[in-house]
């Protein structure tokens, strides 16, 4: 089917890029090398750079801007940001991690996102990242997980959406794309997001240095953490978090419970862009809109019968927003507060609150101006969210 070969990525292509990528990152960037070349057209890179570490100085900020961090670091906010982060950690010193071969799976993560996704791209990933971190720094995070969960949540949350098509599970079952029949339609893009985290971690030899065992409880650590991404296992991962919080019986000292929090950690992260100040949040909504909407024209232009949310003629960024908010981000947000209840959680149920209501503002403004639609999440239970609507 044609529709399968706009998504489709050519192996060849990818593995030639993947060998490519480093040496043009060895070639091209003085902060790798080390080196500032006497030449006044470096004048504003050495500035942007000085600009970088100074926002990385604040990386533990809620408002922390990762659009303008990209653009500081030339497109490399993924791996400027989750190798600082590495450091600031201790896990370079605590896992004695080659930096060069920690550099170099950093590339072939941020190289192996789509960069003409709207939404899940690199800068998605970058952004997650950063957001886990300010969760890891949360006391009860901060004073219970070890290095090796804070390990895990960092590579957990860089390589999440890794290799995303830009398109939904739904779109890859029903034109029947290889993925979809490798993974029998169930978490189809979560499992390829973590199997191909474990490639490059295979193929960059960075925990090569650790025991077979080791390196094996990491990768399945990881794909648990990733899978729990999946929207539609939702409902499965709130109800438990919820049901330990009511009993009370939370305790961190043990090793499956710090797992379920880094999971819920990570769950967070993945869809906090509501929660975020207006300013970042508009533009992640209109960005994963644009995708949603192209992944529509496509169904359009193959007569596939367009996916919910998906119709640029019937839906708008409001209607789907106050949906998503309603239905998926303020249940999740509501139990992780009461679970750290801190100023950060304070902080984003108050972005949640005055972004919806500004998305009620815009939708009210469209109907009377006669540019209405019917809302897509208005007679829906919560307990049958769509497939289309994932974010993960």
Not at 165 to 177: A, E, R, S
Not at 178 to 191: D, F, R
Not at 217 to 239: C, F, K, P, V
């Amino acid at each position: 089917m044609k529709a399968n070969s706009e998504i489709d990525v050519s192996v060849s292509a990818r593995n030639i890029r993947r060998l490519l990528s480093f040496q043009r990152y060895l070639r091209s960037s003085r902060f790798f090398r080390g080196i500032t070349l006497p030449n006044s057209s470096n004048i504003l890179d050495d500035d942007y750079n000085g600009q970088a570490k100074c926002m990385l100085e604040k990386v533990g900020n809620w408002n922390f801007d990762i659009f303008l961090f990209d653009r500081l670091t030339n497109g490399n906010s993924l791996v400027t940001l989750t190798f600082h982060l590495f450091n600031l950690h201790g896990l370079v010193e605590h896992f004695q991690l080659d930096t060069m071969k920690l550099r170099r799976f950093l590339v072939m993560v941020q190289e192996d996102y789509h960069s003409h996704n709207p939404y899940h791209n690199a800068v998605h990933a970058a952004d997650v990242t950063q957001a886990m971190h300010c969760f890891l720094k949360e006391p009860k995070l901060s004073q219970s997980l070890t290095p090796w969960d804070t390990l895990l949540g960092l590579i957990a949350a860089a390589t999440h959406d890794l290799d995303h098509p830009g398109v939904n599970q739904p779109f890859l079952i029903k034109t029947n794309h290889y993925l979809a029949t490798l993974y029998k339609n169930t978490s189809v893009l979560e499992n390829h997001h973590w199997r191909s985290a474990v490639g490059l971690l295979r193929e960059s030899g960075l925990f090569a240095h650790m025991s077979l065992e080791n390196r094996q409880l990491m990768e399945s650590q990881i794909g648990a953490l990733i899978l729990a991404t999946d929207i539609s296992r939702q409902n499965e991962y709130l109800s438990l978090f919820r049901s330990h919080l009511d009993k009370e019986d939370l305790c961190l000292t043990e090793e499956n419970h710090r797992h379920l929090i880094l999971q819920m950690a990570l769950k967070c992260a993945d869809i906090c862009n509501p929660c975020r100040t207006w300013e970042l949040s508009k533009q992640w909504s209109e960005k994963v809109t644009e995708e949603f909407f192209h992944q529509g024209d496509v169904e359009k232009k193959y007569c596939l019968g367009v996916s919910p949310l998906c119709d640029r003629q019937t839906e708008t960024i409001a209607n789907i927003q106050i949906g998503f908010m309603t239905y998926l981000v303020e249940p999740l947000f509501t139990e992780w507060a009461r679970f750290s209840n801190t100023r950060l959680s304070q902080t984003m149920l108050g972005h949640l609150g005055l972004n919806k209501a500004s998305w009620k503002g815009v939708q009210r403004e469209q109907s009377s101006s006669g540019d209405d639609t019917d809302p897509a999440f208005e007679e829906m239970d919560s307990d049958v969210i769509p497939q289309e609507h994932r974010l993960s």
